[in-house]
């Protein structure tokens, strides 16, 4: 139950992270759309319509950071992030074991102090009432709970990873091979 909860969790994670990259694009492009059209009304008319997407740079900005912090946790499950083989590539058995366990623990580590403070300043802004300063008066703790979130989904994936190596479980392995540098 729990697997399948945490399997869940992690995906959720990566499909809300899609879904701000697909905002990302939308928004963007809508942009660019809208920009052409400003660009056409001046040639043919003399002077641009003036259309704009309010905000749509800061807007981008927060889907960013909410793709990429969100994305974290289920692009370590899938064995996607880029690590540094030299070391553990001579290691085998326990010693492997050991290295693997360590980095997963003080990875976990700073994502749990990292999502502790993040969270933090979180319920500072909600409770300052801090809105953002740009075009788009959105409530800070908005765009910050993102990260949050992300960091928190990583530190639960990261513990989860240790888990599975402190139970024999070594599904590094894979991952470690396949993306050494």
Same mark, same amino acid.
């Given at each position: 139950?729990?697997?399948?909860?945490?399997?869940?969790?992690?995906?959720?994670?990566?499909?809300?992270?899609?879904?701000?990259?697909?905002?990302?694009?939308?928004?963007?492009?809508?942009?660019?759309?809208?920009?052409?059209?400003?660009?056409?009304?001046?040639?043919?008319?003399?002077?641009?319509?003036?259309?704009?997407?309010?905000?749509?740079?800061?807007?981008?900005?927060?889907?960013?950071?909410?793709?990429?912090?969100?994305?974290?946790?289920?692009?370590?499950?899938?064995?996607?992030?880029?690590?540094?083989?030299?070391?553990?590539?001579?290691?085998?058995?326990?010693?492997?074991?050991?290295?693997?366990?360590?980095?997963?623990? +003080? /990875?976990?580590?700073?994502? !749990?102090?990292?999502?502790?403070?993040?969270?933090?300043?979180? @319920? $500072? %802004?909600? =409770?300052?009432?801090?809105?953002?300063?740009?075009?788009?008066?959105?409530?800070?703790?908005?765009?910050?709970?993102?990260?949050?979130?992300?960091?928190?989904?990583?530190? +639960? /994936?990261?513990?989860?990873? !240790?888990?599975?190596?402190?139970?024999?479980?070594?599904?590094? @392995? $894979? %991952?470690? =091979?396949?993306?050494?540098?």
């Amino acid at each position: 139950m729990l697997r399948r909860f945490l399997d869940w969790l992690y995906d959720a994670a990566g499909a809300v992270a899609a879904i701000f990259l697909m905002a990302i694009v939308a928004i963007v492009l809508g942009q660019v759309i809208l920009n052409i059209v400003n660009a056409l009304g001046f040639r043919l008319f003399g002077q641009a319509s003036g259309f704009s997407i309010p905000g749509y740079a800061e807007l981008a900005g927060y889907f960013l950071s909410g793709s990429v912090f969100l994305g974290l946790a289920p692009t370590l499950r899938s064995g996607g992030h880029i690590r540094v083989g030299l070391l553990i590539s001579g290691l085998k058995g326990p010693a492997r074991r050991l290295v693997l366990l360590w980095s997963v623990i +003080v /990875a976990g580590g700073l994502s !749990a102090f990292a999502s502790v403070h993040m969270l933090a300043m979180v @319920r $500072e %802004s909600y =409770e300052f009432g801090d809105l953002a300063q740009g075009l788009l008066p959105i409530p800070l703790w908005i765009p910050q709970s993102l990260p949050a979130a992300g960091l928190l989904v990583l530190a +639960v /994936a990261l513990a989860d990873q !240790a888990v599975g190596l402190l139970s024999g479980d070594d599904t590094d @392995r $894979e %991952s470690v =091979e396949k993306y050494q540098v």
